[in-house]
């Protein structure tokens, strides 16, 4: 059974910083890039960051978030610095395949940063 489970949530002033983390298991993850989305109360789900042969990120994060990979753990990580009220959101963990096998989802974990 494939899962992406998220640890690391949690309540953080404004300038704060978090560290999220997703281990992933169940099947190999070697071509798949991990990474994050995040739902904010009221909006659609957007993308943050991924990283497979590259990482990448959404730009309203590029330089405050770092997302790296342990491939012996399968795990990725995500390191929020300089938080926003604005980042205030439930974040998703993400396997997304590039051979067209299944994406996975993790559970989601609250992140809320307080003005």
């Known amino acids: 059974q494939v899962q992406l489970v998220e640890s690391g949530g949690g309540l953080v002033q404004a300038g704060g910083s978090l560290k999220l983390s997703c281990a992933a298991s169940?099947?190999?993850?070697?071509?798949?890039?991990l990474g994050w989305y995040r739902q904010a109360p009221g909006k659609q789900r957007e993308f943050v960051a991924a990283?497979?042969?590259?990482?990448y990120y959404t730009d309203s994060v590029k330089g405050r978030f770092t997302n790296s990979r342990d491939n012996d753990k399968n795990t990725v990580f995500l390191q929020m610095n300089s938080l926003k009220p604005g980042d205030t959101a439930i974040y998703y963990c993400?396997?997304?395949?590039?051979?067209?096998?299944?994406?996975?989802w993790g559970q989601g974990a609250q992140i809320t940063v307080s003005s």
């Open positions: 990283i497979g042969g590259t990482t």
């Open positions: 993400r396997a997304e395949s590039s051979l067209g096998s299944p994406d996975y």
């Open positions: 169940g099947r190999s993850f070697s071509h798949y890039d």
